[in-house]
């Protein structure tokens, strides 16, 4: 069965630092979606890539899907407390409906 | 914006009781999810329903679970007999299903969350 690895699990910043969220698939990714989860929240969807090299941005956030296909990485620039949060990524499983999802990476943001 | 909702928000029950957790998906939607996360642990996908009817379960989804849609709106998780293990917070998302990009780009609700005392 495919499995997502997200590393690091955990990361602490300060306000106004980039930093990086990796997720990596042990199958080829069909389409890898990244979502945000506040404690005891729902999930929150924040972007779709399915082609290898894909790039999408939305503010300050940027995701990259790797040519291989086989990898993720989330980007964020000079960060805000309001990016605080659980990052997960979730991964198309072939041709069925569903979505499987990484371990997630909890990320907080000191002023 | 179009949201998924659940009821209740939290629910407290004896193991072996029965409970019932209530969402309404987006209302053009086609396909509908229950997933759950144990505390500290990862989302897992429990089921997925489409056309009135179970497309997939995971091995957690034995037959102490089931799911149904009574009516146009509703889409309900019931867990016959509690036990201590199904303490986590369970979603409901929903999906366009369309098959076109983004089709499956699942919205979560917020969530409803279970304690088996």
């Known amino acids: 069965s495919q499995e997502l690895e997200q590393s690091p699990q955990s990361l602490i910043v300060q306000e106004g630092k980039n930093l990086t969220i990796n997720c990596t698939s042990s199958?080829?990714?069909?389409?890898l979606y990244w979502y945000k989860q506040k404690y005891g929240e729902g999930l929150i969807f924040l972007m779709m890539?399915?082609?290898?090299?894909e790039e999408k941005s939305h503010e300050k956030i940027t995701a990259k899907l790797d040519e291989k296909k086989q990898q993720s990485s989330l980007h964020i620039t000079a960060s805000q407390p309001s990016h605080a949060g659980i990052y997960l990524c979730?991964?198309?499983?072939?041709?069925?409906?569903?979505?499987?999802f990484g371990t997630g990476t909890r990320l907080q943001v000191f002023p | 914006e179009p949201e998924v909702t659940q009821t209740p928000s939290h629910q407290v029950t004896q193991m072996g009781q029965e409970v019932i957790l209530r969402c309404v998906p987006i209302?053009?939607?086609?396909?509908f999810y229950w997933y759950r996360q144990i505390l500290g642990q990862k989302v897992e996908f429990l089921v997925s329903f489409y056309n009135n009817e179970i497309s997939e379960k995971s091995e957690i989804f034995d037959d102490q679970f089931s799911v149904e849609r009574p009516d146009g709106s509703n889409f309900t998780l019931k867990i016959r007999s509690t036990k201590l293990e199904d303490s986590a917070m369970y979603f409901c998302?929903?999906?366009?299903?369309?098959?076109?990009?983004?089709?499956?780009?699942?919205?979560f609700g917020a969530g409803s969350r279970l304690t088996v005392l």
């Open positions: 209302s053009n939607h086609l396909y």
């Open positions: 998302a929903s999906s366009e299903g369309t098959g076109g990009v983004g089709a499956n780009v699942l919205t």
């Open positions: 890539l399915q082609k290898g090299g």
């Open positions: 199958k080829t990714l069909y389409g």
């Open positions: 979730g991964a198309d499983v072939g041709w069925t409906d569903k979505l499987i």
